[in-house]
């Protein structure tokens, strides 16, 4: 099956700093990626949708000049969370879908990063 | 707004089936997935449905109701192994501009 493999999988870092977040499509490429945030024992909220070589388009309430999104390639997303406060510490998975795989409606996940601002 | 309606937590014993609701509301509406999800894993595909009925893939089937924007995932032969968050999803929109909206999730445990 297709994979999509995220990097990395935790992260501490001290608040202010910045911290990138790679997802990258192994065996295809992927136009368009997802970004979702996790608070534990709950849903997969959408964060963004980074589309290749675009702007990426964000959620209602998601701040895109904190959340930086670059989709430079048909395989690789990247997320920078900036200036990093303890309140973003979260579980971050990225996702995509395989091109000609929209009749199946199944996503591909990352394995997600655990990011924990001190 | 948009929303996936999830029973909160389900509880059943091995070798048991086990239904798990969905309801939705959502700006559009392109197909129902479910996913499994072990905790501090990734989400897993499970099943997808596209038009009215049934599918089914092995001990899981699926089903939706496009009339009533209503689906459910039935486990069947619950192994101990299947104790995990369930969460339904929609693409809300066409080729180019969809997203997935995931519902509220609903944790599974399998007992003894």
């Known amino acids: 099956g297709a994979v999509v493999s995220q990097h990395p999988s935790r992260v501490i870092c001290k608040s202010g700093t910045s911290v990138k977040i790679e997802c990258r499509s192994l065996?295809?490429?992927?136009?368009?990626m997802f970004w979702y945030r996790q608070f534990p024992k709950q849903s997969l909220m959408l964060m963004a949708t980074?589309?290749?070589?675009?702007?990426?388009?964000?959620e209602q309430g998601v701040e895109k000049d904190k959340f930086l999104i670059n989709h430079a390639s048909l395989t690789l997303s990247t997320l920078t969370v900036t200036s990093a406060h303890p309140e973003d510490s979260s579980f971050y998975i990225c996702?995509?879908?395989?091109?000609?795989?929209?009749?199946?409606?199944?996503?591909?996940f990352g394995e997600g990063s655990r990011l924990t601002v001190l | 707004g948009q929303s996936l309606e999830q029973p909160s937590e389900v509880t059943a014993v091995e070798g048991a089936i086990v239904q798990i609701n969905c309801t939705y509301q959502t700006s559009g509406f392109y197909g129902l997935s479910w996913y499994q999800q072990h905790d501090g894993g990734a989400p897993t595909f499970l099943s997808y449905?596209?038009?009215?009925g049934l599918e089914e893939t092995g001990r899981f089937s699926s089903f939706l109701s496009r009339s009533d924007s209503y689906g459910y995932l039935l486990l069947q032969e619950l192994q101990m192994k299947d104790s995990a968050s369930y969460f339904c999803a929609v693409r809300d929109g066409p080729s180019g501009t969809y997203k997935y909206i995931f519902g509220t999730g609903t944790r599974l445990k399998v007992l003894a």
């Open positions: 065996d295809f490429q992927a136009t368009t």
């Open positions: 980074s589309n290749e070589g675009s702007k990426a388009t964000y």
């Open positions: 996702s995509a879908r395989r091109g000609g795989a929209l009749g199946t409606g199944e996503l591909f």
């Open positions: 449905n596209g038009l009215d």
